[in-house]
């Protein structure tokens, strides 16, 4: 069953096309993660947040991937991690153009 994991932290900037360049080596990175089938890049300048929105193939991936990306995240000296995560309802998801093909 596919899991979503929701990451968000505190994070000062660079933000938009400057945060694309910055964080390039670490989207290449994230993106070789065994079983991550997207992710999606949050950031909100105005409440000073940044995160992530992921899809992996299943639940053991995505603990792996969160403890993994909460200790470099701390390394880095962000303060806080918040993280959940969440089962995928695909068949309701499908209905509103989730892309999830195969994965139901």
């Known amino acids: 069953m596919p899991i979503l994991l929701q990451v968000d932290f505190?994070?000062?900037?660079?933000?938009?096309?400057?945060?694309?360049?910055?964080?390039?080596?670490?989207?290449?990175?994230?993106?070789?993660?065994?079983?991550?089938l997207w992710k999606i890049w949050t950031e909100n300048r105005d409440s000073g947040e940044a995160g992530g929105i992921y899809l992996f193939t299943d639940r053991a991936?995505?603990?792996?991937?969160?403890?993994?990306?909460?200790?470099?995240?701390l390394g880095f000296g962000v303060p806080e991690v918040h993280a959940k995560l969440f089962e995928v309802n695909a068949p309701l998801s499908a209905i509103d153009r989730a892309p999830l093909a195969g994965l139901q």
Not at 11 to 33: K, N, V
Not at 61 to 73: S, T
């Open 10 to 36: 505190p994070y000062a900037g660079p933000w938009g096309e400057d945060m694309a360049q910055a964080m390039r080596g670490l989207a290449e990175s994230i993106a070789q993660e065994p079983g991550l």
């Open 61 to 73: 991936d995505a603990e792996r991937y969160l403890a993994m990306h909460r200790a470099r995240l």
